[in-house]
C-alpha cells in the first residue's frame, strides 16, 4: 500500500514540474508567439485585400472582355462596309462610260425610224419568200440526182485512167515494133540479131507467163496508179533525204513517182524491159534486168524497196535477196519487202492466184526469221490498212446469254483472218 502511494507521489510530482517547464517557455517565448500571432492576422488582412482588389479586376476584366467582343462584332461587319464601299466606288467609275453609253442611245434612237422604214420594205420582201422556198426545194431535189452522178464521174475517171495506162502501153508497144522496123530495114549485124533472139528465147521460156503479155496483164489487174501511189506513200517517210534507193520489181514506177515528187534520188530495176520504157518515157530512172544480179553489181546502196516481188521468187531467191540487202546497205538504212498476207485467208479467192507467176505467198514470220538471220536487227512487220478488205462481221447484241462477249471476240478474229490486210510489209533496217 505504501509503495502505491509512493508512486503516486512521484507521478504528481512529475507533473508539477512539467507545468512549471511550460509556464518557464512560455515565459521566454511569448514575444516570439505574439509576433507570429500579429503575423498571422497581417497576412489575413492582406489575402482578404488581394482577394478584394484581385475580384474587382476580374469584374473590370470582364467587362473588358465583354467590350471587345462587341468591338470585333462590330469589325466583322466594316469589312463587308469597306467592300460595299469600295464596290460603290467601282460602279462610280463605270458611271461615266453608262452616261456615254445613254447619250450614245439616244443618238441611235434618231435614227429609229429609218430603220423601221427598211423593216417594213423587209416585211414586203418576205412577200417574195415563198417563191425562193419553191426554187429551194427544187434545187434539193436535183441534188439527189447528183450522188449518182458524181459516182459516174468517179467511175469515169478510173476508166480514163485505164484508158491512158492503155495508151502507154500501146505507144511502148509501137516504139518497141518500130525499133524492129528499123532494125530489120538497116539489117544489122547478123550475129548481133542471133545473139539478141538467143537471148530473148532464154527470157521466153524461164518467162512464167508465157503465152500470156506480162505488160497488158499487168496493165489490166494491178489497179490505178493514183490508187497504188496512195497505198504506197507509207513507206516514203523511211527514204528520207536518201539519195541512192533501188526500186526492185519497179513495174509502172509508182514508188520512183513517188520518190522524185519527195525529192528522194532512186532508180529502178525490172525484167521486162517494157516496164523500164514506160519509166523512162515519164522522166524516171530504170534498168532493165534481173534484181538479184543487178543488186550484186552495186558497191552499195542507202535504201531498197521491192512490192510484190517475193512471192514471184523461190526460197534460195529470197534468201540472197536478202543477204545481198545486208550486204549492200548503208548502216541505218532501210529494207522493205511489200507482199500479199498468207494470215489473211482472201488472199487465196482474189489476187493471189490470178496472177500465173506467183510461187507461194511467204509468211511474215518466216520473212521475219530469214532476216534475223542475215544480220538486221530491227525488224518490224506491218500489216497494211490500205489492203483490207471492207468488210466486217457485226457484233451479236443479245441480252442474257451466255458467253456472247467470248462469241464476238472469236468473231472479230475470225473476221481478221478472213477479211484482214490483203498485204504485208516487213521493215528491216540495218
Not at 279 to 303: Q, T, Y
Request: hydrophobic share 35%; aromatic share 8%.
Amino acid at each position: 500500500m505504501m509503495d502505491i502511494n509512493k508512486e503516486l507521489n512521484i507521478y504528481d510530482s512529475g507533473k508539477g514540474i512539467k507545468k512549471i517547464i511550460w509556464k518557464i517557455w512560455r515565459k521566454l517565448n511569448a514575444p516570439l508567439i505574439n509576433y507570429t500571432i500579429r503575423l498571422q492576422e497581417e497576412l489575413i488582412e492582406i489575402k482578404t485585400e488581394f482577394v478584394e482588389t484581385k475580384s474587382l479586376q476580374l469584374e473590370n476584366y470582364e467587362k473588358i472582355a465583354e467590350n471587345i467582343r462587341n468591338l470585333n462584332s462590330q469589325l466583322d461587319g466594316y469589312d463587308k462596309i469597306v467592300e460595299n464601299i469600295r464596290n460603290l466606288n467601282s460602279q462610280l467609275n463605270g458611271y461615266d462610260k453608262i452616261v456615254e453609253n445613254v447619250k450614245n442611245l439616244n443618238s441611235q434612237l434618231d435614227g429609229y425610224d429609218k430603220i423601221a422604214e427598211n423593216v417594213k420594205n423587209l416585211n414586203s420582201q418576205l412577200d417574195g419568200y415563198d417563191k425562193i422556198a419553191e426554187n429551194v426545194k427544187n434545187l434539193n431535189s436535183q441534188l439527189d440526182g447528183y450522188e449518182s452522178l458524181l459516182i459516174n464521174v468517179r467511175n469515169n475517171n478510173e476508166r480514163l485512167e485505164k484508158l491512158d495506162s492503155a495508151i502507154d502501153m500501146y505507144s511502148i508497144k509501137i516504139s518497141n515494133l518500130e525499133k524492129l522496123k528499123n532494125q530489120n530495114l538497116k539489117k544489122e549485124n547478123i550475129t548481133n540479131i542471133e545473139k539478141q533472139d538467143s537471148i530473148r528465147k532464154e527470157i521466153v521460156e524461164s518467162n512464167p507467163y508465157n503465152g500470156i503479155d506480162y505488160f497488158d496483164f499487168e496493165n489490166y489487174f494491178r489497179g490505178s496508179r493514183t490508187q497504188i501511189k496512195k497505198n504506197q506513200e507509207q513507206y516514203i517517210k523511211y527514204f528520207e533525204n536518201k539519195k541512192n534507193v533501188l526500186d526492185l520489181g519497179c513495174g509502172r514506177g509508182e514508188f520512183l513517182e513517188l520518190l522524185k515528187e519527195n525529192n528522194i534520188e532512186g532508180y529502178g530495176v525490172d525484167l521486162y524491159s517494157e516496164f523500164v520504157d514506160l519509166c523512162n518515157s515519164k522522166g524516171l530512172n530504170a534498168i532493165c534486168g534481173d534484181a538479184i544480179s543487178v543488186l550484186e553489181g552495186k558497191s552499195h546502196v542507202d535504201g531498197i524497196f521491192a512490192a510484190q516481188l517475193i512471192e514471184h521468187l523461190k526460197l534460195e531467191e529470197i534468201i540472197k535477196l536478202v543477204e545481198l540487202s545486208y550486204e549492200k546497205l548503208e548502216k541505218d538504212a532501210y529494207l522493205i519487202l511489200e507482199t500479199p498476207n498468207p494470215t489473211s485467208l482472201a488472199i487465196y479467192t482474189h489476187a493471189f492466184y490470178m496472177d500465173p507467176s506467183h510461187n507461194k505467198p511467204v509468211h511474215p514470220l518466216t520473212m521475219k526469221y530469214i532476216l534475223e538471220k542475215a544480220g538486221f536487227n530491227n525488224v518490224d512487220i506491218l500489216y497494211t490498212n490500205t489492203s483490207k478488205i471492207p468488210i466486217e462481221i457485226p457484233k451479236l447484241m443479245i441480252d442474257r446469254c451466255d458467253n456472247i462477249e467470248e462469241f464476238n471476240k472469236a468473231m472479230k478474229q475470225v473476221e481478221m483472218e478472213l477479211f484482214g490486210s490483203q498485204d504485208y510489209a516487213i521493215i528491216a533496217k540495218k
